[in-house]
């Protein structure tokens, strides 16, 4: 009888401990602001993105979603909390349309338009409109080239590299995702992350 529990017991210890390991192992690093810039555009203040490694460390196929993912990652780090893809897109979308070259290009815009209507009604010399409405213009096309809004380029290249709402990998493989993160601590560098889910 003594070793029916015994082994009922071993058995039950023994499979506590096969849960405790974990599924995923997940490293990362951080991504150089300017990388960032380069890729996606002025970021909002605060905003970190890393380059997270995520390897199923099972010899089976697991799946995980995202929500566990962030959850991971802030219980290890608490200077950051995470952002999912559905937040950061408008985000950083909101953040491009703010900027000073756009506002700026706008102004211009603006500023086309109205001399375009003054001229029609013959209210300024036309020698001062056609050179106020060139350098509008050429002002305007440097402008464009210099911040130009978030390209197709840069909206898929964010689609395939930021971590997506579920991740299904065989056993032993890893991917690579972009994860981002508001630092709570702006001055403190979190150079790299290691954590584990489930």
Known sequence: MRSGVFITAAALLLGGSLFAQATFEVTGTAIPQSLLE???GKLPAGIRAYDLSICNVTGSKQS??????????ARSTAALQPVGRQIMLPAIIKTQSRSIGA???LALS???GVLSVLSANRAMPPGAISGT?????SIQTVLSHLSPALSNDQVEK????????????????????TVFALQNTPKTKIPSLSFHVR
């Open 133 to 137: 409405a060139l350098a509008s213009i």
């Open 158 to 177: 964010f689609e395939s590299d930021v971590l997506e709402p579920a991740l299904v990998l065989d056993g032993g493989s890893c991917v690579e995702r």
């Open 38 to 40: 380069q890729d996606y």
């Open 64 to 73: 995980v979603v995202s929500s566990e993912i962030y959850q991971a990652l």
């Open 110 to 112: 603006s500023a086309t």
């Open 103 to 105: 506002l700026l290009n």
